[in-house]
């Protein structure tokens, strides 16, 4: 979680709060208290409808965390007052990702299941296309309006499969969600303004090595968090950077005009110690604690820890100021870095679940992007976690200990499980980091960032060249990123590039680019992943 300035700060509310899902209707209409075939109890004489059961299994991709320490996630006070707010009786459950095999060999499957990321995720093991959960479009349509207004087409595409929708997304509206970072104390110093160019970029790195500063711009192995260059020249090598070009879908590093500047640039950082020698083997953890330490004069992460790092460095170096400015541009006006795939979990109903039953989930995630839901995921129980005065301001205990926070965490991230997850308004809203944070989202990362096409499942030519697929969103397959290392060392020489696309298609690629272009003359499950 991240670290934040202040306590008890204030603000307004933007819209009032509406009622749960408490005033709906059931499908069939049955005598007052009597008990259905699956449990549910019909409405009482006072007329309040007793909640609707079912079993839910939440994902995660720790082993960890604040449900780890809870004995019974049932008699959680989050888990009851959401059960309250959303008139719902959960049997709810946590489960490691990557442990899904197991409960899909069982065949013991919960009536709702969400993953990480979309319906052809590993995690899944193709249970959605053997029809082990329920097509959702027109439960969607009649009892989730807010939902379909909500999310954006290409979220609805991925978790879709042969045409229909058949999960529940939490969502990103905003996909552009990394940024480039400056030290703006320092740049103040070297008399410069912020660059917008890659040759401004690198004017700047050099005058911050004249300052003396350790780490003008700080690498990262397999260039994670160090793409920014490779967004200038629009060649990112990633699962959802692929692109049509005169009739096929290709990889963009098949750009090799571009990719040899990208590639040049980096080898001038390197030359001229404006990265370390080392970049290529920068772990994640000496990534971090070089960012926390202060080293760097820019860098590249998500935008939402900004105040997160202006917490931390602001501890190490206290003249520090810290801002998000937009990417430097190639010469065809691109920058940033790739767009996030429009869902981050989806949520599955099994086949097996009651349609009175399955109406009743979908409105469950329907309420959770109703005011009320956010109210709640976002600052907990009122006299509890947070208190209103009369005129809706909000003040608002911030977690101080790594358990609140990760009991936090539990609330507004594992257990918000539909939603816009781009960043959380209300929080942010509540300091003038966080106000710093919305700013660079609707001023800066709105502008930038590189669209491109993926697949939902992936190609079934990824698994049968391993050495050829990304094997994260945001690292390149080990063949290029092999050969980017080596040229950047001077180990081979960059015009070698066209050689590297030859011996990429010699090795399985040419398989890869036929399945990817018949996958998106076909549309299937081809999305093109850009800003709506």
């Excluded at 709640?376 to 005129?391: L, N, Q, R, S, V």
């Excluded at 080596?486 to 590297?500: H, N, Q, T």
Aim: glycine share 8%.
């Amino acid at each position: 979680m991240k670290k934040w300035l202040g306590m008890g700060l204030s603000m307004v509310l933007a819209t009032s709060l509406v009622a749960g899902c408490s005033g709906n209707k059931p499908a069939e209409q049955k005598p007052a208290n009597e008990q259905t075939d699956n449990g549910e109890k019909q409405q009482t004489d006072e007329g309040k409808k007793t909640p609707t059961k079912f079993s839910y299994l939440l994902p995660t991709t720790v082993s960890s965390g604040y449900h780890t320490r809870v004995p019974d996630l049932n008699k959680d006070k989050w888990v009851l007052k959401l059960e309250e707010l959303a008139n719902v009786d959960l049997d709810i459950k946590v489960m490691e990702d990557a442990k899904f095999g197991v409960m899909f060999a069982s065949n013991d499957i919960p009536d709702v299941v969400g993953s990480i990321g979309g319906p052809g995720s590993k995690s899944m093991s193709g249970s959605v296309e053997s029809g082990i959960f329920m097509p959702l479009d027109d439960l969607l349509k009649e009892h989730a309006p807010d939902l379909m207004k909500l999310v954006p087409q290409s979220a609805w595409d991925t978790v879709s499969y042969d045409g229909k929708i058949y999960g529940i997304p939490e969502f990103l509206k905003s996909p552009s969600r990394r940024a480039t970072y400056i030290r703006t104390d320092l740049l103040e110093k070297t008399g410069l303004k912020a660059p917008t160019t890659v040759e401004e970029f690198l004017d700047v790195l050099r005058a911050f090595k004249k300052l003396g500063v350790e780490t003008p711009y700080q690498m990262r192995e397999n260039f994670k968090y160090a793409d920014i260059i490779l967004g200038a020249y629009d060649v990112l090598p990633y699962k959802d950077q692929f692109e049509l070009v005169d009739g096929q879908v290709v990889p963009k590093f098949f750009d090799s005009e571009n990719m040899q500047k990208a590639l040049q640039a980096y080898k001038t950082m390197y030359e001229e110690g404006l990265i370390a020698k080392e970049f290529a083997t920068i772990s994640s953890t000496d990534f971090t604690k070089s960012l926390d330490a202060g080293k760097p004069a820019m860098w590249s992460q998500n935008a939402s820890g900004m105040p997160g790092y202006r917490t931390t460095v602001g501890r190490a170096v206290p003249e520090a100021k810290i801002d998000i400015i937009p990417s430097p541009k190639g010469p065809e006006g691109k920058g940033g870095y790739f767009l996030y795939s429009p869902v981050v979990r989806t949520f599955y109903i099994n086949k097996n679940v009651e349609e009175a039953r399955a109406i009743e989930i979908v409105k469950f995630f329907n309420w959770m992007v109703s005011p009320q839901a956010e109210e709640f995921f976002t600052f907990g129980i009122e006299g509890d976690t947070y208190t209103k005065d009369a005129a809706g301001l909000v003040t608002y205990k911030f977690p101080d200990s790594k358990e609140l926070q990760e009991e936090e965490s539990w609330r507004s991230g594992t257990m918000w499980a539909v939603h816009d997850a781009t960043y959380n308004k209300l929080r942010l809203a509540l300091n003038e980091d966080g106000k710093a944070t919305l700013a660079a989202f609707d001023n800066v990362l709105s502008q930038e960032g590189l669209p491109g096409i993926g697949f939902y499942p992936e190609l079934s030519s990824f698994s049968k060249y391993p050495d050829l697929a990304a094997p994260q969103p945001d690292v390149g397959p080990k063949l290029i990123i092999d050969h980017m290392v080596k040229m950047i060392y001077g180990k081979e020489p960059i015009s070698d590039w066209p050689k590297v696309i030859e011996e990429y298609k010699a090795k399985g690629g040419d398989e890869i680019i036929k399945e990817a272009t018949e996958r998106w003359n076909n549309k299937q499950g081809a999305v093109m992943i850009d800003r709506e």
